[in-house]
């Protein structure tokens, strides 16, 4: 129970990574908060009933107004934020597309999630943990950025900005004893992959074709990566994205 008496906030926590993420923190100790477009109130009921403390919030972090009052909430409950996971994005449900038919909306929509919104939420949250003098901030961003993977440009420049803005931020937020990170995973059998058929058919044969470790990924294997960089182990890390795909790419 290393996070016993931390309070994290996990965006896009109803299903997939962000509920596997939530899940694994609430069992180390720490008071979950499961924000969401849906299911976030099913997702933190779950956990109440094996004991932990969560609480689920309906939130859409590409909306200021709704950032600002899912961290009121937070503190309202628990009285700090000490861990953020920004794992909210538009990703499972993109289909692939030549850049030349992305359209202006689609841009605007995706960057509006996966980039803004984690600026908002680190905005957000960051005037409680200078208070603080303490603070996790882990991104999760996308081994696409790292690749070049074609026929998502949109995703693959919203993931790369979030890649930049963890190094930025490390900088801005250290003097207050607050880390930044992020892990980015390889082609994870998430809810939301499964049941995009196309895009898994695409996918998930290059991406095991590509790791060191030669087998699908799934939530479970991003879990301990997120634990550890919001524990006190992580302490003197920052700024540091540390790919979880199984050795598909040397970072």
Not at 21 to 44: M, P, Q, Y
Not at 126 to 151: H, L, Q, V
Request: aromatic fraction near 6%; charge should be negative.
């Amino acid at each position: 129970m290393v996070l016993t008496g931390k309070t994290a906030i996990v965006t896009g926590a109803g299903t997939g990574l962000g509920l596997a993420f939530a899940t694994r923190l609430a069992a180390d100790g720490a008071n979950v908060v499961l924000a969401d477009l849906k299911g976030a109130e099913e997702a933190a009921a779950a956990l109440q009933r094996e004991g932990r403390h969560a609480i689920g919030l309906h939130a859409d972090v590409s909306s200021e107004h709704s950032v600002t009052a899912m961290v009121a909430a937070t503190v309202e409950r628990f009285g700090t934020v000490d861990i953020l996971v920004n794992n909210a994005a538009v990703s499972s449900t993109l289909q692939l597309t030549p850049f030349e038919n992305l359209t202006i909306d689609e841009w605007q929509h995706v960057l509006g999630v996966n980039t803004i919104g984690v600026f908002l939420c680190c905005r957000a949250v960051a005037s409680s943990m200078r208070k603080e003098k303490y603070g996790r901030i882990i991104n999760i961003t996308s081994g696409t950025a790292f690749k070049g993977a074609p026929f998502l440009l949109h995703y693959i420049a919203s993931k790369g900005a979030v890649m930049s803005m963890t190094r930025s931020l490390a900088r801005e937020l250290g003097g207050d004893n607050i880390t930044v990170n992020a892990v980015s995973p390889g082609y994870t059998l998430s809810e939301g992959n499964l049941v995009n058929a196309p895009f898994l058919a695409a996918q998930r044969d290059v991406a095991i074709s590509s790791r060191a470790l030669p087998r699908d990924a799934y939530p479970e294997d991003l879990v301990g990566a997120v634990a550890f960089l919001a524990s006190d182990d992580a302490a003197f890390i920052t700024g540091q994205i540390i790919a979880v795909d199984g050795g598909s790419v040397y970072h």
